[in-house]
């Protein structure tokens, strides 16, 4: 088939399949996001749910800090910017003693820690490192 081939002309082939093959090998890599920078900051959101309409929390998540409890009304949330090795820390209890209390943390909109009790437990704890 490439007998009639001039040498020149075999050469020019060869060049063009290696091209398509190095192409097709760059388009694998960018569609399975090989080129994409690494962020190092993740989208964390957390959340409380308490009967009883309010809730008393505790908050360390970098920047973020409430070291004292704090009254909040329920469903309670805050999404904040978090770098990546990070140690977060989220604390709740339900002053009326009734019913359920929920914390969870979601790290770029999937879940990533949850906890639920019912009363007569007073309080929950959601804690991790951001990966």
Do not use: H
Not at 106 to 125: F, H, R, Y
């Amino acid at each position: 088939m490439f007998n009639n081939l001039s040498n020149s002309q075999k050469t020019a082939i060869q060049v063009v399949f290696v091209l398509a093959l190095v192409g097709g090998a760059i388009a694998l890599l960018i569609s399975l996001g090989a080129t994409k920078p690494k962020s190092d900051t993740r989208r964390v959101r957390f959340e409380v749910q308490a009967s009883g309409g309010f809730a008393m929390i505790t908050l360390q998540a970098g920047e973020v800090n409430i070291p004292d409890p704090k009254t909040v009304s329920v469903p309670w949330t805050q999404t904040v910017k978090i770098k990546s090795g990070t140690t977060v820390y989220l604390t709740a209890s339900n002053p009326t003693a009734t019913g359920e209390l929920s914390c969870t943390i979601t790290l770029d909109n999937a879940d990533w820690k949850a906890e639920q009790t019912s009363a007569p437990k007073n309080g929950v704890a959601c804690a991790g490192i951001v990966p």
